[in-house]
C-alpha cells in the first residue's frame, strides 16, 4: 500500500517537474549587436521585421547602442532565425559568439 503512494507521489512529482521546466524554456531574451543603423528610421525597420516574425514577444532596438534585445518564445523560433530576419532588413548582425563563422564571409 504505501509503495503505491510512493509511487503516485513520484509521479505527481515528475508531472510538476516537466511542466515547470516547459515553462520557463518558453520565454528567451536575446541581444543582438546590428552593424549600419544610424537614426530612428533604421531601428524601426528593424523593430517592424522582428515584431513580424512568429514568436517573438518583445522587442527593443537602440541605434544609438546598435543593439536589438529581442524577447521571444524558443518553442516558435530560434536566435539564429531573428538574426536572419535582422540580416534581411539590410543591417549586419555582429557575430561574436561563433568565430569559425567570420571564415565565410
Ligand atoms: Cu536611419
Avoid: P, W
Wanted: net charge positive; with cysteine; proline share 0%.
Amino acid at each position: 500500500m504505501l509503495k503505491n503512494r510512493v509511487a503516485v507521489l513520484l509521479g505527481l512529482i515528475f508531472l510538476l517537474s516537466l511542466t515547470a521546466t516547459s515553462a520557463s524554456a518558453a520565454t528567451r531574451t536575446a541581444t543582438i549587436h546590428i552593424e549600419g543603423m544610424h537614426c530612428k528610421m533604421c531601428s524601426a525597420s528593424v523593430t517592424k521585421a522582428l515584431k513580424a516574425t512568429d514568436g517573438v514577444e518583445k522587442v527593443e532596438v537602440s541605434f544609438e547602442k546598435g543593439v536589438a534585445v529581442v524577447q521571444y518564445d524558443d518553442q516558435k523560433v530560434t536566435e539564429t532565425k531573428l538574426r536572419e530576419v535582422i540580416n534581411g532588413t539590410g543591417f549586419k548582425v555582429v557575430e561574436e559568439k561563433t568565430a569559425s563563422n567570420t571564415v565565410a564571409n
